[in-house]
């Protein structure tokens, strides 16, 4: 890329890294608010809305940047396609707070999830990608490190979330079997465990956007002084 196209391009870039920083918290935060509270729902599908399209930004902005590099091209053309998706799902939260017994809201709201998990996996290859086209050996290794550390916590969420799925369905054992299984408890310890699983991978893919996004920053002011 010649000089001229470059700052224009690091612009693209910091552009969305910055959407994609604050779109993760919000977008967790409305959506977890809109199941459990009242408040966000009198705002309508707008809240989800608005976060996922941050997000929807963001890939997009990424994808401005490098593009003649092949590999993160393909990189972020696979999560703009995610955060497409989550942006079409994203008002079925609101529709499943107001009709929580309706079985098709439920299973949109399943595949936002799922897609939503499957957005943040893909955030990460993206990080990894971009770092190696970035000057900088310790934010490569760092990356490299958590991305690993953030599927291994993802991964666990998932088994965790089928096997009490599985164990919530065994109504037909006998009654001692069940008391020993104290099917409560698991619940109680699923719950807490999918959100330390949940946040922690969120909480370490926001700190590995902004690293990034200070290395490009300290890069261009670096080159002007």
């Known amino acids: 890329m010649t000089s001229p196209d470059l700052l224009p391009s690091l612009r693209h870039l ?22 459990v509270a009242e408040f966000p729902r009198a705002l309508g599908c707008a809240p989800p809305l608005i976060t996922t399209g941050l ?3 963001g890939a997009f902005e990424l994808a401005r940047f490098q593009p003649q590099e092949r590999a993160w091209q393909t990189a972020t053309e ?22 929580p017994t ?9 595949a936002l999830a799922v ?16 770092v190696a086209l970035l000057p900088d050996e310790t934010l490569r290794e760092d990356t490299r490190f958590f991305t690993r550390l953030n599927l291994t916590l993802m991964l666990l ?11 919530a369905r065994l109504n037909y054992l006998p009654q001692p079997v069940l008391e020993a299984l104290d099917l409560g408890s698991v619940a109680r310890i699923r719950f807490a465990l999918v959100v330390v699983l949940v946040l922690l991978p969120v909480s370490v893919t926001m700190s590995l956007v902004w ?15």
């Open 14 to 35: 910091v552009r969305g890294l910055t959407a994609t920083f604050w779109g993760l918290p919000s977008t967790l935060l409305v959506c977890v608010l809109m199941a």
């Open 55 to 57: 997000l929807l930004l």
């Open 78 to 99: 696979r999560a703009q396609l995610l955060a497409l998706v989550n942006f079409g799902l994203s008002p079925f939260v609101y529709f499943w707070s107001r009709v």
């Open 102 to 110: 309706e079985a098709y809201y439920f299973q949109a709201v399943l």
């Open 115 to 130: 897609t939503g998990l499957l957005f943040l996996l893909q955030l990460n290859h993206v990080l990894q990608r971009l």
């Open 157 to 167: 969420g998932v088994v965790l979330v089928g096997g009490w799925h599985l164990l």
């Open 211 to 225: 690293k990034a996004r200070d290395v490009v920053l300290g890069s261009v002011f670096g080159a002007r002084v």
